[in-house]
């Protein structure tokens, strides 16, 4: 009998070790699968009209195989085409906007890109902040990524998925934002970098097994005065911005002018013809050399007081597009916010 009890002993020590170790295995791991901590600003919005991108089964599409970590292995589409139309560069892809949700997780996961944001139900993925010595002169995946306390450029990369212009289709944007720090040290928005935007486009386009060659169409449009967007006084009085494109056009145009700005975009319905946005009300027209982006503190960890919500309206008339400018409610906006607020935008479809 004395002779089994440290056979008893060891038989149950390694009953507990290996008991330990499945309930450790069995634990998520919270920093890769845990939500995002995010900035008061990109809090989600409730009762949101945006189009929800569902999860989806993973074996949604057919005939995916799976990983040895039981990730499915998702199959490219059929066909992926990087367009683009003056400053604005965009890729139609034949999938649902859910199963591009997926490429893109995907392609940020393989990549291994820090997200600040991740918004299924706007379709809306935005990264960290990458801070540089200089204007990058790549993309988001070059290594030239520097501290904080010695950047002068900080870049963030907004991705955004909609339904494209068919059933089952999808629309892939890509929005550059762009930090500089001035001479008193202090952040301030700059201008966005469209190589930079077409770059990210065109590694995701090979990403999804997408040809370069193949996306060399171009639709031209006049490169005119009285082709370019401008704020005019309609007849009731109010200002809007008038886009010379129908409306399909002008939204996707509108929506990445948006993007680039810094505005904060909280919801959205294509159907309605409507955005909301979030505008720091403090804003002043600074000087033209900065720009009239200074204005936006998008970046701020916290929400002024000063910082409302409104609406942005599109409204097709005679073959072009008006954007107008209301409150949250409704109600119109002042004049003087709806001056502002139009002409970021404006600066950013020329």
């Not at 330990?20 to 920093?31: G, H, N, R």
């Not at 139609?92 to 199963?99: G, K, M, N, V």
């Not at 060659?213 to 031209?220: D, K, L, V």
Request: charged share 30%; glycine share 8%.
């Amino acid at each position: 009998m004395l002779r089994l009890i440290p056979v008893v002993l060891v038989t149950l020590s390694l009953f507990v070790l290996v008991s330990c170790m499945s309930v450790k295995d069995s634990t998520p791991d919270e920093a890769s699968g845990g939500s995002l901590t995010l900035p008061p600003d990109l809090k989600p919005e409730q009762n949101s009209m945006a189009m929800a991108i569902p999860a989806g089964s993973a074996d949604s599409t057919g005939n995916s195989q799976r990983q040895e970590n039981d990730e499915p292995i998702l199959p490219k589409p059929e066909h992926v085409t990087l367009h683009w139309n003056g400053h604005e560069h965009w890729l139609d892809i034949e999938a649902p906007p859910s199963q591009v949700w997926r490429w893109l997780g995907a392609f940020v996961k393989r990549h291994e890109l820090e997200l600040a944001r991740s918004d299924p139900r706007l379709g809306v993925m935005e990264t960290a902040w990458l801070y540089s010595e200089s204007p990058r002169t790549r993309g988001l995946l070059a290594p030239s990524v520097v501290d904080r306390k010695a950047a002068s450029v900080a870049d963030r990369y907004l991705i955004r998925v909609e339904e494209g212009g068919g059933q089952g289709t999808a629309e892939v944007f890509v929005a550059q934002r762009r930090l500089v720090r001035d001479e008193q040290g202090k952040w301030r928005l700059g201008t966005a970098d469209r190589f930079l935007e077409a770059e990210l486009l065109r590694a995701l386009l090979v990403e999804l097994g997408g040809e370069a060659a193949a996306a060399s169409a171009r639709s031209p449009r006049a490169d005119t005065d009285a082709a370019q967007p401008k704020v005019l006084q309609l007849d009731d009085g109010t200002s809007a911005l008038v886009v010379r494109d129908r409306f399909f056009e002008a939204w996707r145009r509108v929506g990445l002018a948006l993007d680039r700005a810094g505005f904060t975009v909280v919801d959205r319905d294509r159907s309605a013809r409507h955005y909301f946005v979030r505008y720091d009300t403090r804003a002043e027209l600074g000087p033209k050399s900065k720009g009239l982006l200074d204005t936006v503190a998008f970046w701020r960890e916290e929400i002024p007081d000063t910082v409302e919500k409104y609406r942005i309206d599109l409204i097709e008339v005679d073959g072009s597009t008006q954007v107008t400018v209301h409150r949250f409610d409704g109600a119109p906006a002042t004049k003087d916010i709806t001056g502002k607020i139009l002409g970021l935008v404006e600066e950013q479809l020329h």
